[in-house]
């Protein structure tokens, strides 16, 4: 069982920055894969960024690619999500998750076992 807990999210201007954390129960957290998704209402839960159990590769969104990194820190069993140049349609409640499929590449939220509960980050224009 990994249980996950996002911070960070909040009210920024477009053009702006923040930081999301995403910290992990258990002593296995090195072995999972871990994504950001996010979600705005009446839409699905859409794939932003994902990292590799070592943190040695990266994948991301087109939407995102160039302003947003995603990085892990193992020893403090956490997970990061830099997002920088916000714009409103960046605006969704955004969810960390863990994905014990490895070799899988992790774009399909179908892939991922555990969630956190969200944290809401609202970009104005």
């Known amino acids: 069982q990994v249980q996950l807990v996002e911070s960070g999210g909040g009210l920024v201007q477009a053009g702006g920055s923040l930081r999301l954390s995403c910290a992990a129960s258990?002593?296995?957290?090195?072995?999972?894969?871990m994504g950001w998704f996010r979600q705005s209402p009446g839409k699905e839960r859409d794939f932003v960024a994902r990292i590799s159990s070592s943190g040695g590769s990266t994948n991301y969104a087109a939407s995102v690619k160039g302003r947003f990194t995603i990085s892990r820190d193992n020893a403090k069993n956490t997970v990061y999500l830099q997002m920088n140049s916000l714009k409103p349609e960046d605006t969704a409640v955004y969810y960390c998750?863990?994905?014990?499929?490895?070799?899988?590449?992790?774009?399909?939220?179908?892939?991922?076992?555990?969630w956190g509960q969200g944290t809401q980050v609202t970009v104005s224009s």
């Open positions: 998750a863990a994905s014990g499929y490895l070799n899988l590449p992790g774009f399909s939220r179908y892939e991922y076992e555990y």
């Open positions: 258990g002593r296995t957290f090195s072995r999972y894969a």
